[in-house]
């Protein structure tokens, strides 16, 4: 019989958390993600290549007995100069520091279609913890469940085991710094409290529907999603949960009698998803960077098999990559 690759890819989509890291890091191995050294890193890796590791040598100058520590004396500059020379370090590197921030309310739940859009999010979550302990950087999760968000975790991908517990609901959430009521807006400022703006990346999964005022065509998450772009640039990236059912309304015609309300809920219906999309095309393309070179680093990933050009766990692969063969 015929392998089907796509049944097997369904497979890992509709594991648990920790099952997808798994085969993530079975998959996906530290050499096939960095490359040769003289491949260029792309995609959210590169991203995350913005950490520094060790210390920062700021400037070099006379070595100071009682304040430079000997191990920092340069002997080139020292042969140079006549005179002891020591690498000067005024400030101490820190790990880059992925945040990713999992909006999942309880509106994913009614989308329908070929592919649980919170399996989706979740095998995100998985793909993001692989990518950061390849890149030897930490993980923070902000999750919101559509009635609290805040932050639940954060340290290596290791421990993610945990995280996904709660993010399945299994376990109870365990805010690290309180939690507070909200939706997309407050996950994005959770994540902006504790971001280091030269060092971390950003990656939001979310249907990016919540919040929308309808009278000034706007979200109300625009504004702290606006500020996050200007603090970390193109290290923010974004998944798009859709789904058919967000965009049509269900045809509940029961009599004739009926039709002509139902046509206007629908007339209604569409002209507000419509809308909502207009706009969101529009906030995309105003705060993603779209360079001559670079890919956008948003993608969306459709519920429905037939709306995506690729299996979602390999459009997303690709996409965290870089859409580069590896």
């Known amino acids: 019989m015929t392998k089907n690759p796509e049944a097997s890819l369904n497979d890992v989509l509709n594991s648990p958390g920790p099952e997808q890291l798994d085969y993530l890091t079975q998959q996906l191995r530290a050499e096939s993600l960095l490359g040769a050294d003289d491949v260029a890193v792309d ?36 042969y140079a100069s006549d005179k002891p020379m020591a690498r000067k370090v005024l400030s101490e590197a820190s790990p880059a520091m992925l945040h990713v921030i999992l909006d999942t309310p309880e509106r994913l739940d009614t989308l329908t279609g070929n592919y649980r859009a919170k399996n989706i999010a979740m095998f995100v ?47 109870p959430r365990q805010f690290i710094a309180g939690s507070r009521e909200g939706g997309l807006e407050q996950s994005l400022q959770s994540a902006d409290e504790a971001i280091d703006y030269d060092n971390d990346a950003v990656f939001v999964v979310s249907d990016f529907l919540d919040g929308y005022d309808k009278n000034n065509y706007a979200f109300a998450w625009e504004k702290q999603f606006s500020q996050l772009h200007d603090a970390v640039g193109d290290r923010l990236w974004a998944v798009r949960l859709t789904s058919p059912s967000q965009k049509r309304y269900p045809p509940l015609v029961s009599d004739a009698a009926s039709f002509g309300v139902i046509q206007a809920m629908n007339r209604d219906f569409a002209d507000l998803t419509n809308r909502k999309e207009i706009t969101l095309k529009e906030v995309f393309r105003n705060l993603t960077y779209q360079g001559p070179t670079q890919e956008s680093r948003v993608l969306a990933v459709d519920t429905f098999r037939e709306h995506n050009d690729q299996h979602p766990v390999r459009a997303l692969t690709d996409f965290v990559l870089g859409n580069t063969e590896k």
Do not use: W
């Open 125 to 171: 979550t998985a793909l993001c913890g692989r990518i950061s302990e390849v890149t030897e950087s930490d993980i923070a999760l902000h999750h919101n469940d559509g009635h609290t968000t805040g932050q639940i975790y954060e340290g290596t991908s290791r421990d993610l085991y945990h995280a996904f517990n709660q993010i399945d609901g299994r376990v």
């Open 43 to 78: 995609g959210l890796m590169q991203s995350l290549l913005y950490q520094r590791n060790g210390q920062q040598v700021d400037a070099i100058g006379p070595y100071v007995p009682g304040v430079d520590a000997p191990h920092n004396i340069d002997i080139v500059s020292s």
